[in-house]
């Protein structure tokens, strides 16, 4: 009773396109930012989940979003500004470490989040189909609320200290966003590397240890030789940092430092979203 | 039937999903093998491909086609290990296929668990938004039908309590209350109906049944030949990874059923269709004494001795053996399982046997199928094999009485007194 084969048609040249055309894994594969747009209420449903779930149970609840940066600033505070006496250009240096905290925090969390996201999710990634690019994504936007609520306190600080930030600081959502590109374009390449060799998980915290001494947090890249500093500008995080300390305390102006910083993003973020799409093919295979 | 071609719906053509199983591939995860292997070949690790080609090849879905008309409910049937899932992962886009194609007319939702994206610290209402959202409906949509949800669930008391407190049927009714307002053209069912008690599961299956009536695409996987045979018109039966027969419902399932039967004949410790962690292996079962590969015969009524034998590689602390009787529509009409009978077998290891007696066989002529599992306390899933055998159950006296049972006995037979009470003298009968 075996059934002969058939030779069934293909699509015929009249018909409509399908909504959904289903092939095997290709090398390039296209970013469909019109489809993430759609599905952006999915994106706010993760980013919500993860803010709820963050803090339930907790007795501080939010209060862990400033404790964290506070902590580390007390800790930066004593040792590098008054046993190392690290100069700060002039700027009290828990106002000067905070200012770079509140960036870096945004960006560590962001970039673990991130990295994490792909496997954190697996479970549904397996059982339903939604654009993967939401899972990184949604991964950097939900520090931000911790962000904001550091953020008020630096402005509490920068008030105490007697600081007024410079006109810059309508150039301040700007850094903010080359934070959170430098987290999701890092977070690209990791989350998508996670799925199969996990020994990124164990990591990702070291790397963001050594980066954090890479970056302009405890100390001003005025420290590096003058010719070195377009180089720093390699480092995103640099040219973030000194533009926060630029736009809020009135440091010097990052300048050729930050379009250095920029280019490395672009190029991390299409690097990485081609990538991510290509190997997002294989996520449940893999997982 | 005339189908335009502008009424299709699902159009598949080649299909084929290859898996490498086993050998270096499993190793191949640490990033010292990364490193060691982009010495050999620089960024091979990128594209995937850097597992050792000499690995195991497996083709789980080989040259599958079919068309799938707007409207049409689908039954997909098939064994474990058939390649079902992996069609249905295909077609929900969850996983990509190694070859062929797959165009798809209309807005897919797919429904391959229950409970997908349901998170135990956020209450019910919020899950049922959160779920709602992964299954791809828009939160104005889900607004809409919230209080639909709800009392579809049957839950509105805990409605703002986290599900993690919720029971087990209560959590599974939620989800399943979200899953069932999905309004997509297509719908990707997998297996969902399994779930909760018997009342829920009736209105689940009157929900997929008011589903098709509405005239949506569905296609639907299920082992319950009953349900295939109520809900679809069409069904197609995959076997080996490619599709066997695609015809009428009542066609398919009877070519199935003959097909699934003679299964058997393969030993069942050599059966590889099954499912489980696979650190223990139920080896062989015997019903009166006859082997799992010859089809067994006994009478209704009789006493039926099940022995099953076992081997396993560690200790097992408290194994549930488990022997369920299906008749041919693919429901079980007995369900034999040491937890529930309150036995506690304590530590096993190594090999050993467990029989189990099913004193006065309660089951009118047919034949039927053996499943059998063993499981762990904590509800790992060690062993199961479906279909581990065939029982043929013969005519035979259940009640006693020198009649043998027929087949319009029903499906189950039962011990039943009766009462005349008389209207002048109440004198009792038996």
Known sequence: MISTPKVLPHQSPGEPEPTIKIRPPRKWVPVDFHEIWEYRELLYSFVGRDLKVRYKQTALGFLWAIIQPLFLMVVFSLFFGRLVKIPSEGIPYPLFSFAALIPWTLFAEGLTRSTASVLHNAGIMTKVYFPRLIMPISGILSPLVDFAIAFVILLLMMVYYGYVPTIAIVLLPLFVLLALMTSLAVGLWLSATNVKYRDFQYTISFLIQLWLFASPVVYPSSLLPEQYRILYGLNPMAGVIEGFRWALLGTNPPESMILVSVGVVVLLLIGGLFYFKRMEQYFADVV | ?430
């Open chain 2, 1 to 430: 039937m005339i189908l335009m071609s502008g009424d299709i719906a699902i159009r598949v053509r080649g299909l084929g999903k290859k898996y490498t199983i086993g050998g270096p591939q499993e190793r191949f995860l640490t990033f010292r093998d990364i490193i060691v292997n982009s010495v050999k070949a620089p960024f091979r690790w990128l594209t995937q491909k850097g597992a050792d080609q000499s690995t195991n090849e497996f083709w789980a879905l080989k040259d599958v086609s079919f068309d799938v008309y707007k409207g049409e409910v689908i039954g997909i049937i098939g064994r474990n290990g058939a390649g079902k899932s992996t069609l249905l992962k295909i077609l929900s886009r969850i996983t990509t296929p190694t070859e062929g194609d797959v165009d798809i007319y209309g807005r897919v939702g797919s429904l391959l668990e229950v409970g997908t994206g349901f998170h135990g610290e956020l209450t019910g209402r919020e899950n049922i938004f959160l779920s709602g959202s992964i299954l791809g409906m828009k939160k104005a949509e889900i607004e809409q039908k919230f209080d639909e949800i709800v009392k579809f669930s049957e839950i509105e008391k805990f409605i703002d309590t986290p599900v993690k407190r919720y029971s087990s049927g209560m959590y599974v009714r939620l989800a399943f209350a979200v899953a069932a307002h999905m309004d997509t053209e297509i719908l990707i069912v997998d297996e969902v109906l399994a779930v909760g008690d018997a009342q829920f599961q009736k209105k689940c299956m009157g929900k997929m049944e008011d589903v098709a009536r509405v005239g949506r695409t569905v296609l639907f996987v299920s082992h319950n030949m009953a349900a295939i045979q109520s809900l679809c018109s069409r069904c197609v039966f995959i076997m080996s990874g490619g599709v066997y027969r695609d015809g009428p419902v009542r066609d398919v399932i009877a070519t199935y059923l003959d097909m699934v039967a003679p299964a058997e004949g393969v030993p069942l410790v050599k059966r590889i269709d099954r499912s489980g962690n696979g650190i223990g292996q139920l080896t062989a079962l015997f019903i009166n004494g006859c082997p799992d590969d010859h089809i067994s015969a006994v009478c209704s009524g009789d006493t039926v001795r099940f022995k099953l034998k076992y081997k396993i590689l560690k200790p097992i602390l408290s194994p549930i053996f488990y022997i369920g009787i299906y008749n041919n529509l693919g429901t079980q009409i007995v369900h034999c399982n040491t937890d529930i009978v309150g036995l506690k077998p304590g530590l096993i290891r190594g090999e050993g046997e467990v029989i189990c007696e099913i004193p006065r066989l309660p089951l009118p002529p047919g034949r039927y199928k053996i499943n059998v599992a063993l499981g762990e306390g904590g509800g790992e899933q060690i062993d199961r094999v479906e279909s581990a055998a065939l029982m043929d159950v013969l005519a035979g006296d259940f009640y006693g009485t020198g009649h043998s049972s027929s087949l319009n006995y029903g499906i189950c037979l039962a011990d039943h007194r009766w009462r005349f009470v008389d209207s002048e003298s109440s004198s009792e009968l038996l």
